[in-house]
């Protein structure tokens, strides 16, 4: 992308550099620049716009453009995986704490006995199993 609006620029601005001015001096004694030839009741004479391009200058910018345009995509293509590596880092980070806390949990639960834990049975009083259990209500007939 960047190599395409390098070349775009360089080939607008070589015709630019080319150009030519008329210096047109008027009946009034006037003058004028302009980029189109002066009419024919003006004095006409050209002014150059500065030195014609060199190829072997153009070949070398293009060169340079070209050049500079490979080491931006290779830094952004560098920076990318820079980029993508510490996201991964991230995430494995994320899960290794996750797992972690995890096995905390699971530890935690073990240390806990299961006579540690208060049993509340449906008829009341605290008990645990097999134990406490209630006494059967006398039959009417005894």
């Known amino acids: 992308m960047r190599l395409a609006i390098a ?5 607008l ?4 550099a080319a150009q030519t001015v008329f210096r047109c001096t008027g009946a009034d004694g006037k003058v004028s620049y302009q980029e189109t030839p002066c009419d024919a009741k003006s004095a006409q004479k050209r002014v150059p716009m500065g030195p014609a391009p060199d190829v072997q200058d153009e070949i070398d910018a293009r060169r340079n453009l070209e050049r500079d345009a490979w080491r931006g995509s290779e830094l952004s293509g560098r920076l990318a995986g820079d980029a993508r590596e510490r996201e991964r880092d991230r995430y494995l980070k994320e899960m290794r704490e996750r797992d972690e806390a995890a096995r905390r949990a699971r530890e935690e639960a073990l240390k ?9 049975p449906p008829w009341g009083f605290p008990g645990r199993p097999g134990q406490a259990l209630p006494k059967p209500k006398p039959s009417p007939s005894s």
């Open 7 to 11: 070349v775009a620029s360089l080939a």
């Open 13 to 16: 601005a070589a015709p630019a």
């Open 112 to 120: 806990t006995r299961p006579e540690d834990i208060p049993w509340n």
